[in-house]
């Protein structure tokens, strides 16, 4: 797998080197800075990007305004984001294009590595990753309305766990129910957020996008 990397802190953009490297990936550029990175969105040939939000000049939103820009040139261009804190309006962001191939994560998730690695392939493959925090934060907020809230208590775990990237299969296994089931909540929930048919990919970065909505 070839990784862009994109990270202004030294020690932590040498140490997702160093894991992605002993995990079979290559690390085909490693910048610290917005601009370089645009450079090497648009020249290089990559699997996935990995890029922290807040980068030089600024350390506002360089890294995901840079990211963006590249996923309109390139349609779905898979892109990890890396967040020292929980914002819906960057994950919204992110999701909007409905393309998919895109993912959320705190950069406290990074240091585990197993969760970071999965969520990396998730991405590469096509699929889409939020940090639990980021659904935690969501499914606590007292002002959710809409379609959304036509959702069942089981729905609703089903959508969040679609939303860290999950496939059917590992819904089951964690709701301790059989893929059948989960299929068919699925059915439910693309129904009542008036998610037409479309292919299935598709389907699940827009059930995510109404639940970032609410």
Do not use: E, I
């Given at each position: 797998m070839r990784v862009v990397l994109a990270e202004d802190l030294f020690l932590l953009r040498d140490g997702l080197s160093r894991t992605l490297r002993e995990h079979g990936c290559e690390v085909v550029a490693s910048v610290d800075n917005a601009p370089e990175l645009d450079r090497v969105l648009s020249e290089t040939d990559l699997d996935v990007a990995v890029i922290d939000i807040r980068l030089p000049p600024t350390h506002t939103d360089e890294g995901l305004k840079a990211a963006l820009k590249a996923r309109r040139a390139r349609p779905g261009l898979p892109v990890l984001i890396l967040s020292q804190y929980v914002d819906q309006l960057y994950a919204h962001e992110l999701l909007a294009s409905g393309d998919g191939a895109v993912g959320y994560l705190l950069k406290d998730r990074v240091?585990?590595?197993?969760?970071?690695?999965?969520?990396?392939r998730t991405v590469a493959a096509g699929g889409t990753v939020m940090d639990p925090q980021v659904i935690a934060k969501l499914l606590n907020r007292s002002e959710?309305?809409?379609?959304?809230?036509?959702?069942?208590?089981r729905e609703h775990d089903v959508l969040a766990r679609m939303a860290e990237g999950h496939s059917n299969t590992a819904i089951a296994r964690t709701l301790h129910i059989s893929e059948s089931a989960v299929a068919k909540h699925i059915a439910s929930l693309f129904g009542k957020l008036g998610i037409t048919q479309s292919p299935e990919s598709n389907r699940r970065v827009l059930a995510v996008l109404a639940y970032l909505k609410g």
């Open positions: 240091t585990r590595t197993d969760q970071f690695l999965d969520a990396l959710k309305r809409g379609r959304v809230d036509a959702l069942t208590p």
